[in-house]
């Protein structure tokens, strides 16, 4: 029999199939090792045929077949087809996106724990075997009893080696190998028993019909225990699931709560595993021991079989989309798994996108709500404090007076209160006000970001580190100004405000070490009063009952991004952030200080009104044709030479120009530099196109016709549709 394999090699030009002779036995996905020029290298059966159009005697034979069963399960083949042509990516690119980089070039290995079972024997009998002065056998034989199982490594620890050693060619031990799982740590939690409302059992009976569902449920309302409970019905029918949330910073709460409730069979995939776990965790699903998983965005290619149910948490979150390579998205992924399983996906947020919002109005999603909190509490009052007002009244402090006696209140009640700040590091730009200069990294065409505590300024790009300066390289001036307020600076300041009270910070910097999410959401939920400051990462699923206070110190900082969605990113975030506040039984407050007071996206958030920012917002769409109404295509052209860079950039456009001048159908098309210049010594150009609804599915395949046939070595083009960053 035939094979087509694709080899395991990242190299654009063997993204191909070659056909090799393969044993009868040889099943489709299985992994092999082929000869391949001069080399052994790793491949995956795609195809088995009965005949090859190579000639017989070019053909050659695989060297082994690598596992007992198929790594890549079936639908997982037909799906590497759907997002070859669905994001021209390259097969083996989606190959390596369904497995754990351990398993590829066996990295990582199964971990053995050795067990010895201690059969029957006569004491006497073996004593005539061992000699008189060999303590370690006296004793072992001592400490042993018959029908028994000791772990190996403890009987080696205690007796040595050698000792055991002998006890098994004595044939007294009987050895026995069981494999040992890494899993992931998760915090252990009660569970408890909640008997749904009526709102939520209709939805529970609605999203049984297998189609795209989206329910929009305010922050509290429930969404969750709705989840847990159809998979509860799905497992009952001898199904499995898949629950999406956005990042780690989720999962611990969740991964908790999953566990607490459905115990061993829930599997845990994030980025925050290490390789021996993941490799374990992806194991435990393929084997058919794990019958539920949660993670985050890659945790959708997980080997499950008999899928009843995938549920996207947060289906708004930015982190479910792809923006290096392999580029996807996983709502797409998500559709054609509920299609090839004939389940339902269901999809949940309080403030869903306006993509997916306006196809559950427009019919091609159900939609389903939740207006009301589970424990029927309001929301909290969210007050709008004028920063302007503020500096007029000689406060020129980053905390409003409101914000401040709030504080206060908040901490005399013993409570706790989080503050948001959506900019890590101590103050974000160096700025002389002398002359205007600004610190820039060399290598990006990014301002650095100072912090403080290491008296660096920092590129958010590359990681590059420069000393930090008193005196302006520009004109010598010392009026060396720090620009905004970032995390560490809020922090700095708060404690100078209520020194006995503690204060905890959570951002990129202080969450690098692994466990130290989990560590400092432990720390916050056990002290009170206690104060949390942190970037986005504190806006999201976090469930604290003492928490009666959140703070939102510059709310207009998301606002600035040039971008078609950061209004829509606005909204989102703030409505998650307020989210934090009065979820038990104490009553919650927002305070939001902005200098925009009067800006539609505050006034709809401040009242949870979704539903009118969304008819605002869809409005502005429709008239710019922007998303949903039309495509916004950026082709991102980058490399380290220059002139190669403009070079590419200047061909592919003079293409789509051609195009465009003929074409209705695209509504914008323009080159230029990227808002950020230079990556990493790369510098990067853009096309941005405008498609039409109607001439999308043609043009883009002229669009990456064109990125193809002008494509250089040394300079990377990607194209990214809708993408969610422009910068
Ligand atoms: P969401 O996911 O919409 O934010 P959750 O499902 O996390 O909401 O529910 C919020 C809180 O309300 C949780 O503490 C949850 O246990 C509780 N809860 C949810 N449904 C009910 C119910 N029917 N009765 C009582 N408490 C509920
Ligand atoms: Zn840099
Ligand atoms: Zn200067």
Redesign the pocket.
């Known amino acids: 029999m035939f094979a087509e394999v694709i080899v395991d090699i990242k190299n654009s030009e063997v993204d191909k199939v070659f056909d090799y002779l393969v044993p009868q036995t040889a099943v489709v996905g299985q992994r092999v090792l082929v000869p391949f020029g001069p080399r052994k290298i790793e491949g995956y059966i795609v195809k088995l045929k009965e005949k090859s159009d190579v000639a017989v005697d070019k053909i050659k034979s695989i060297i082994s077949l690598l596992d007992d069963e198929p790594l890549i399960l079936p639908e997982m083949l037909l799906l590497s087809d759907f997002m070859i042509k669905k994001n021209h990516l390259k097969r083996v690119d989606t190959l390596r996106l369904f497995l754990p980089s351990g398993i590829r070039q066996e990295k990582i290995k199964p971990l053995l724990k050795e067990y010895v079972f201690v059969k029957d024997f006569n004491k006497d009998e073996v004593l005539t075997k061992i000699r008189k002065n060999s303590f370690n056998q006296l004793k072992l034989l001592e400490f042993v009893e018959p029908q028994k199982e000791y772990e190996k490594s403890e009987l080696n620890k205690m007796f040595g080696a050698s000792a055991v050693e002998k006890f098994v060619q004595m044939g007294i031990f009987l050895k026995d190998v069981e494999r040992k799982l890494r899993t992931p740590d998760v915090k252990q939690k009660d569970d408890?028993v909640?008997?749904?409302?009526e709102a939520?059992k209709q939805i529970l009976e609605k999203i049984k019909e297998p189609k795209v569902h989206l329910i929009f449920?305010?922050?509290?309302?429930?969404?969750?225990?709705?989840?847990?409970h159809s998979i509860k019905r799905c497992l009952n029918e001898g199904k499995t699931a898949i629950m999406l949330v956005p990042e780690i910073g989720l999962t611990p709460q969740v991964s908790a709560?999953f566990k607490a409730r459905f115990g061993g069979i829930v599997a845990i995939l994030h980025s925050g595993l290490s390789m021996g776990e993941r490799y374990d965790e992806w194991q435990r699903i393929r084997s058919g021991d794990a019958k539920i998983v949660v993670g985050a965005r890659s945790a959708i290619f997980a080997p499950l079989k008999n899928i009843g149910i995938i549920i996207i948490?947060e289906e708004h979150d930015g982190s479910y989309k792809s923006d290096s390579n392999p580029r996807f998205y996983t709502h797409d992924i998500a559709e054609f798994r509920a299609k090839y399983n004939n389940c339902p996906l269901v999809l949940?947020s309080?403030t869903p996108s306006i993509d997916s919002y306006y196809k559950a109005k427009t019919g091609e999603y159900e939609l389903h709500e939740?207006l009301v909190?589970?424990?029927q509490k309001e929301m909290p009052k969210v007050q709008i404090v004028d920063m302007k007002q503020e500096l007029l009244a000689g406060n020129s402090s980053m905390f409003s007076r409101q914000l401040q006696s709030d504080l206060a209140q908040c901490i005399n009640s013993k409570n706790q209160s989080m503050l948001f700040c959506n900019r890590r590091g101590f103050a974000s730009y160096m700025v002389c006000k002398q002359c205007g200069w600004t610190a820039k990294c060399e290598d990006c065409d990014a301002t650095l970001v100072y912090h403080k505590e290491d008296n660096l300024l920092k590129c958010h790009f590359c990681n590059r580190r420069y000393k930090a300066i008193t005196n302006c390289p520009n004109c010598g001036s010392n009026y060396i100004k720090m620009g905004t307020i970032g995390t560490q600076k809020v922090a700095e300041e708060l404690k100078k405000m209520f020194p006995n009270v503690k204060v905890l910070r959570m951002d990129f910097d202080t969450t690098s070490k692994k466990s130290a999410h989990a560590e400092i959401l432990e720390e916050f939920s056990k002290t009170k009063p206690c104060i949390l400051v942190g970037t986005q990462m504190i806006a999201k699923?976090h469930?604290f009952p003492n928490v009666t206070l959140v703070g939102i110190i510059e709310a207009d900082m998301s606002m600035h991004y040039s971008d078609f969605r950061s209004s829509e990113r606005t909204f989102q975030l703030l409505t998650q952030v307020a989210?934090r506040a009065g979820?038990?039984d104490k009553t919650g407050k927002i305070v939001l200080q902005t200098y925009m007071p009067h800006n539609y996206v505050y006034r709809y958030m401040a009242n949870y009104d979704y539903k009118s920012f969304f008819e605002k917002e869809i409005n502005v769409r429709e008239v710019s044709k922007f998303p949903p109404f039309a495509y916004i295509v950026r082709v991102l052209i980058s490399g380290e030479n220059l002139a190669n860079v403009q070079l590419v950039t200047a061909n592919i456009h003079t293409d789509l120009k051609n195009i465009y001048e003929k074409n209705q159908e695209i509504l914008f098309c323009q080159a230029m530099k990227s808002p950020v210049s230079k990556i990493q010594n790369k510098h990067r150009y853009q096309i941005i196109l405008r498609l039409s609804q109607k001439g999308f599915t043609n043009l883009i395949d002229l669009v990456y016709n064109s990125c193809e046939v002008n494509s250089k070595q040394g300079v990377s083009v990607f194209v990214e549709i809708n993408p969610n960053n422009m910068s």
């Open positions: 408890k909640v008997v749904l409302n939520q449920g305010v922050t509290g309302s429930g969404k969750t225990e709705i989840y847990m709560l948490d949940g309080a939740l909190r589970a424990n699923g469930d989210g979820r038990a």
